[in-house]
């Protein structure tokens, strides 16, 4: 195939590695980060952490693949990413380290402070990603000093510009809503009202920032150049979602309400890779110095490789995952039988 | 301090932690499907209650296993840019794979095991810790198909502009003699960390007489057979792969034996203080001929030394210091070997009892099988440090220095780096600690009762 073929479908994949990881870890972080609000009792904060026990880890492997593959396919794109984004990525590990082992670690010992302890630590190591992922994402579409040879210029603080942090709290906010809206789903009984209660309230600052956001959007990035005052169908489609979900709420009908955050999310991220494409990272510095998919790409060779690895093995992860949500299907009730 | 050294302290820290945890999970789950699937097939409760009890052991180990290696993906674009823009075209891939074909696997089905004890058929719920163990098993031949590219680099060419490597053959990439020898050395590691992990804590539980002596008898005594086939694979694996070394890394061989000289037949040294500045011996025992048959089966062949290869090297190479830290390097070499063939004898005396089923020791026995865990731990980390240090001043052998593969000081100051690592350090010693309280705690606690086991782990 063509090299520039090859470079397509690989910013599409990469694209939706970080679609599904943002769908799936969006309502895990959701889930960490109303715990410690929502579970009144340490029997609630469990019946909380099995609702996404046996996903969670799955749904980081997104994001962990997602890496593998920036680097397989878009190596300059990995390097000045991570080594321009350092300290917010070093936050990022730290808090996915204490996420990950919390989960483990946290009924081990039937210490009531060592549970607190532990359950603060799945908040913060769920609430600090949430808003750093938004973080990243806002600096990548609206560009960042970047010189000619895509090494990043900037400081830490250059990241944290208000456009950013809104960012941030807008994805922080969307994950919250997606969180309650899944707990709404996968638990009965009183969690099941309460995350209702939790995810109504949550829903009006998720809406009203991310149409900050989407306003903020025209004024910083080139979206409007780009995409025009009428942006398309996919944009418009996540802001329709977003809408949707308080009447789903209203409705009870936790199943569609949770079709409609993961759409809002899934189509917001969509708009944002189409914002870039075909670049990667936008050099603030001068357009010309941007990263894109042709200067920051692999070799036909091994885009190729990769695409024969992906086509074998995606769906047959995708077909296990699936089988996972079906196997764990049923809500979590106060008379489940708990696996701690 | 410089970028360069502050990046090379963070790596060696963070992958020496990370492979703290890496051995015992790869060793471990593969016991714990043998003792799942021993469960299916008698139906006696203690094989359940054994797979719950080290499966709760195998979880805690495998969190800290996992967490830490997360880093391991993002560092390489963290400090290592240059390096990630040099080599991406070829190391990413199998990073990229070991994600889509392992990492999905093992973080999938280890959700369903923990999870779906009363969701699935016994037979279904132990093959889904089978496919754990061997996803394990397959992640760590993936980033030891990368890890041999830095070693011994195949199936590439160098780009037009001389600016990075670029693959030409997937299949060499795989195929590389180097992941051949360095899989199974690592694999084996894997195994015999768990089993003198299951060793240690059987043998505290047969010494204090806990309650279910006889599940502790059946973890020892499978745990005896462990040890002694891990470690014979280990010295096996590990004995091919440094005649394969000779071929490919002649001068990691010479910094491991300090053979300054080359040697025909080679001798080997058994305790040698050295002078790295002038590259000389101050003091050192060797044994005539050993180093060559080691080498070639055969007591003659030559075996060449640091002075021969450096120049060899400058010839090639360009004006430089080929030599690797001969220190470190020898001394690691000393400690792997020196704590492999210790594990190999405390594997054998522990065999010739257990095997004709006696659990009484000497007290002097007991004491060193007890304390033997640390052995694997000690040979698993001095073996990486051998591999990576021997390699210096190389980050991919031949192709790119090490000092050229860091991220720009103007992109990553080294104040950034002092961060991280702090950072690091804090939240790795509160892994540490906590990681060696539960798994104490969970060994000390011996097996959940049968009636009850349901929902423990």
Not at chain 1, 12 to 40: H, K, M, N, S, W
Not at chain 2, 212 to 227: C, P, T
Request: hydrophobic share 55%; aromatic share 14%.
């Amino acid at each position: 195939m063509e090299l520039e073929t090859l470079q397509i479908i690989w910013f599409i994949l990469v694209a939706v590695l970080f679609t599904g990881f943002f769908i799936l870890e969006g309502f895990d972080y959701g889930v960490g980060i109303l715990l410690p609000f929502i579970g009144r009792d340490d029997k609630e904060r469990r019946m909380l952490i099995n609702t996404i026990g046996p996903f969670w880890d799955g749904n980081e492997v997104w994001l962990i693949t997602a890496g593998g593959a920036m680097f397989a396919a878009f190596p300059e794109w990995y390097a000045t990413l991570f080594s321009g984004f350092y300290p917010a990525l070093i936050l990022m590990l730290v808090a996915l380290i204490l996420r990950g082992v919390a989960f483990e670690f946290r009924s081990k010992s039937e210490n009531p402070a060592w549970r607190n302890a532990w359950d603060w630590a799945i908040f913060i190591g769920s609430a600090l990603p949430a808003i750093l992922w938004g973080v990243a994402l806002a600096n990548i579409i609206r560009g960042v000093p970047i010189d000619q040879d895509m090494n990043y210029t900037g400081g830490f603080f250059t990241l944290l510009n208000p456009y950013a942090l809104l960012c941030g709290i807008a994805t922080l906010s969307i994950f919250t809503l997606h969180g309650a809206v899944f707990l709404n789903l996968k638990t009965g009984g009183n969690l099941q009202e309460r995350s209702l209660g939790t995810a109504k309230k949550a829903w009006l600052p998720a809406a009203l920032l991310s149409l900050l956001f989407m306003f903020f959007t025209y004024a910083e990035t080139d979206l409007y150049e780009r995409l025009g005052v009428n942006p398309g169908i996919i944009p418009t489609f996540s802001v329709i979602a977003l809408v949707a979900v308080i009447f789903m709420l209203n409705a009870k009908s936790s199943g569609w309400a949770f079709i409609m955050t993961t759409l809002a999310i899934g189509l917001s991220t969509i708009t944002i890779f189409l914002e870039l494409f075909p670049r990667v990272m936008v050099s603030s510095t001068n357009p010309e110095w941007s990263l894109t998919i042709y200067n920051a790409s692999s070799s036909a060779y091994t885009l190729g490789i990769m695409s024969i690895v992906a086509l074998l093995f995606v769906p047959l992860v995708l077909a296990y995952q699936i089988w996972t949500y079906w196997i764990f299907r049923k809500r979590i009730t106060a008379d489940s039988e708990l696996e701690y | 301090m410089d970028v360069l050294l502050l990046a090379r302290l963070q790596f060696a820290l963070t992958s020496v932690f990370h492979f703290f945890f890496v051995p015992l999970t790869l060793g471990l789950s593969l016991f714990v499907a043998i003792l799942e699937t021993a469960y299916v097939r008698t139906g006696n409760e203690t094989y359940k209650r054994l797979t719950k009890f080290w499966g709760n052991i195998f979880l805690i180990n495998f969190a800290v296993g996992v967490v830490t290696g997360i880093v391991m993906e993002f560092q390489f674009g963290l400090n290592w840019s240059e390096y990630s823009r040099f080599v991406g075209d070829i190391f990413g891939v199998p990073l990229a794979i070991e994600a889509l074909l392992a990492f999905f696997l093992e973080s999938t089905f280890l959700g369903i095991w923990v999870f779906g004890w009363d969701k699935l058929s016994k037979p279904l719920h132990a093959a889904t810790i089978w496919i754990v163990a061997i996803a394990s098993n397959l992640s760590a031949l993936w980033i030891l198909v990368a890890n041999s590219f830095m070693q011994s680099p195949v199936g590439y060419r160098m780009s037009e502009d001389g600016s990075r490597a670029e693959m030409v053959d997937f299949w060499a990439l795989l195929f590389n003699p180097h992941v051949w020898v360095q899989f199974p050395h690592v694999v084996a590691g894997g195994l015999t960390t768990g089993a003198f992990v299951i060793v240690a804590i059987s043998i505290w539980h047969l010494l204090k007489k806990t309650p279910d002596q006889e599940a502790f008898r059946i973890s020892l005594k499978f745990g005896a057979i462990y040890a002694f086939v891990g470690t014979m694979l280990v010295i096996l694996a590990g004995h091919t792969q440094m005649q394969e070394l000779l071929k490919t890394q002649p001068m990691k061989v010479a910094a491991a034996e300090a053979l300054w000289e080359s040697e025909d037949p080679a001798s080997m040294s058994l305790f040698t203080i050295g002078n790295e500045e002038e590259l000389r011996d101050v003091f050192a025992i060797k044994v005539p001929g050993l180093l060559s048959f080691l080498a070639y089966n055969k007591f003659e062949g030559e075996v060449r030394g640091i002075k021969e290869l450096q120049t060899e090297y400058e010839e090639t190479y360009g004006p430089g210091d080929y030599i690797p830290p001969v220190a470190i390097s020898y001394w690691s070499f000393r400690m792997m070997v020196g704590a492999g063939t210790l594990m190999l004898g405390i594997a054998v005396l522990l065999l010739f009892y257990v095997l004709r089923n006696r659990y009484e020791f000497p007290s002097w026995a007991s004491k060193l099988m007890l304390w033997s865990f640390l052995l694997p731990y000690l040979a698993n980390s001095t073996g990486w440090i051998l591999a990576e240090i021997g390699r210096q001043p190389w980050i991919v052998f031949g192709l790119l220095k090490t000092e050229d593969a860091v991220t720009p000081a103007s992109v990553v100051s080294s104040g950034e780096i002092i961060f991280s690592m702090a950072a690091f350090l804090g939240i790795y010693a509160l892994l540490a600690v906590t990681d060696i309280f539960l798994i104490r705690k969970s060994a000390i606690a011996g097996l959940a009762p049968a009636e009850s086991t349901e929902g423990r782990v």
